[in-house]
């Protein structure tokens, strides 16, 4: 059974709209994270979380928000989709430990017109 | 950048050779972490090496660490068609609880 997932798998959205990105986790992990990976630039890192309630900027944060109300949920908020933001978003969750494994999500691919 | 010219690479092979992929980085590590990502999946870690291993073995898969050039290698022996996928390392900087990732390396391999 699946201990990461993210909904929805895929998701069209029109520039200027609300896009929002879920993930949830059943590893009871502290930390989860969201990526974007776009060919050329491998995955970047734009917001991550230490527990419920916690929220960090990563790498590329502007034009994100990201949410994380429980330990098991954890979102991606697009206030106002752009075009550039076509892409496919990965989460993924990791232990507390320094240079722990992250378990991803099967990817949700998004395409902004 | 975290990293070296040589972790962006495309790869095509036939099946049974062997195959080695290289990363370099620039920054301090305690760890070296080597994921695969299938088409259409999220990235699943196959390799682990710590900053105290030279080599690591699991299976068909061998890694390499060598921390005075910051670099590592990741080797598939008797490569089979189902390892066609993308083959990324990723580093821990300054035990941070975040990964930063190569841009990874394309292995295609024919049956």
């Known amino acids: 059974e699946a201990a990461v997932t993210q909904s929805p798998r895929n998701k069209v959205a029109v520039t200027g709209g609300k896009v929002t990105l879920s993930c949830n986790q059943t590893?009871?992990?502290?930390?989860m994270y969201w990526y974007r990976q776009d060919t050329g630039h491998g995955l970047r890192l734009i917001h991550y979380?230490?527990?419920?309630?916690?929220?960090e900027k990563g790498d590329i944060p502007d034009g994100y928000k990201a949410s994380r109300p429980s330990q098991e949920n954890f979102s991606l908020i697009l206030e106002l989709a752009t075009p550039s933001q076509t892409s496919v978003y990965f989460c993924?969750?990791?232990?507390?430990?320094?240079?722990?494994?992250?378990?991803f999500g099967p990817g949700t691919r998004l395409l902004v017109l | 950048s975290q990293w070296g010219e040589e972790n962006l690479q495309a790869l095509s092979i036939q099946e049974g050779e062997d195959v080695t992929m290289n990363c370099s980085y620039k920054?301090?590590?305690?760890?070296v972490q080597w994921y695969r990502q299938k088409s259409g999946k999220g990235p699943a870690l196959i390799i682990l090496?710590?900053?105290?291993?030279r080599e690591k073995r699991s299976g068909r898969l061998r890694a390499t660490l060598d921390t005075s050039s910051q670099s590592s290698s990741l080797s598939i022996t008797g490569t089979l068609a189902t390892d066609t996928a993308v083959y990324f390392c990723?580093?821990?900087?300054?035990?941070?609880?975040?990964?930063?990732f190569g841009l990874g390396t394309t292995l295609q391999v024919q049956p």
């Open positions: 920054t301090y590590t305690t760890v």
């Open positions: 979380s230490y527990g419920a309630g916690s929220t």
């Open positions: 590893n009871n992990h502290n930390n």
């Open positions: 990723a580093t821990d900087p300054g035990n941070t609880r975040k990964l930063i």
């Open positions: 993924a969750t990791s232990g507390t430990g320094g240079g722990d494994t992250q378990y």
């Open positions: 090496i710590r900053s105290n291993e």
